[in-house]
């Protein structure tokens, strides 16, 4: 009986392997090729930068985030896009209310400012309290928190996101109203630039107003809560704000209803559009009022968690 060969030993030539280092997948034999020697990087060009970015970018970034998901969301679409446009569509074509304030006025020419505001308090309260509610449930707030974002700089986000969002809306309103024949001109005088400032100062506050009452409602009620509490109070200042129905025809409650944020916009882009006013300074005060009890009771009562 005939036994294998031993493999020979060789250290010269031959094909057996030589000593070196260990051969792969072939324990304990050695290889014929040398180790690689050590390859090195240039100092400074692959060097990692551990750290945070600016706060700018990062505030940036979120806003666009926060930007792209309301878009996605198609409730969020109807209530902020299609219920503004389909108001302004169908009470200025259709006599349903009646609009005859007693200077004769036309439906749309009433109800363009009202709808206005009313895309403004779409967004900024009831958007934005649902969306914050239901994140704040699901813990989305809790992570960003732990995040290098700051806490301000989420409310910078979200704002920014919010004021994206109005512009469109305000744009594509405006263009309806104007396919409707809307004339936004007064008698009172205001120049462009004025009338430009006062609509800027009104949006801004009416901005700030509803989304500190947006970020209260949700950072204190619970995220079903929020969603039921969010819709009923649209659809009552919708009905009792000045939008739809003018404020006179509420009889003694006008002086109470005229206190409402929705009412002072509402009415305050009234003034300066269809009047031809200058700054509303009384509308603008009770915005402020809003704005500062409204962002005061967030920062004091909102809970991340």
């Known amino acids: 009986m005939t ?15 030589r000593p070196g280092r260990p051969a792969d997948g072939v324990p304990g034999l050695r290889s014929t090729l040398p180790a690689p020697a050590a390859r090195r990087t240039p ?19 979120q806003a666009l985030l926060e930007t792209r998901i309301l878009l996605r969301n198609p409730e969020q679409l109807l209530l902020t896009i299609v219920i503004p446009v389909l ?9 349903i209310v009646d609009l005859d304030t007693g200077d004769g006025q036309r439906p749309v020419d009433y ?8 895309a403004v308090m779409s967004t900024a309260f009831t958007g934005q309290a649902i969306a914050t509610g239901f994140e704040r449930r699901y813990g989305v707030l809790k992570r960003l928190g732990a995040s290098p974002l700051p806490r301000s700089g989420l409310m910078a ?10 512009l469109a809306q305000l744009v594509l309103l405006v263009v309806v109203a104007l396919l409707l024949d809307w004339r ?31 970020l209260l ?13 969010a819709n009923l109070v649209f659809i009552l200042l919708l009905l009792v704000g000045g939008v739809v129905v003018p404020l006179d025809r509420f009889g003694g409650a006008e002086p109470v209803l005229e206190l409402l944020p929705i009412a002072a916009l509402s009415e305050g882009l009234r003034a300066v559009l269809q009047d031809g006013a200058g700054l509303p300074w009384g509308h603008l005060g009770v915005l402020a009022v809003w ?8 920062a004091r009562f909102f809970r991340w968690e």
């Open 43 to 61: 100092e400074g060009v692959f060097a990692p930068r551990p750290g945070a970015a600016p706060l700018p970018r990062m505030v940036l970034a």
């Open 3 to 17: 036994t294998p060969p031993t493999p020979r030993d060789t250290s010269g030539s031959g094909t057996g392997p």
């Open 87 to 95: 108001l302004l569509a169908v009470f200025s074509t259709v006599d």
């Open 157 to 166: 986000a979200k704002t920014l996101s919010v004021l994206a969002v109005e």
């Open 291 to 298: 704005t500062l009890l409204g962002t005061a009771a967030a």
């Open 217 to 229: 409602m949700a950072g204190t009620l619970r995220a079903e809560a929020t969603l039921g509490a």
């Open 111 to 118: 109800l363009t400012p009202g709808v206005l505001a009313l």
């Open 184 to 214: 936004p001109a007064g008698d009172g005088g205001a120049s462009g630039v004025e009338t430009a400032v006062a609509v800027v100062a009104l949006i801004a506050l009416g901005t700030a107003a509803f989304s500190g009452l947006g």
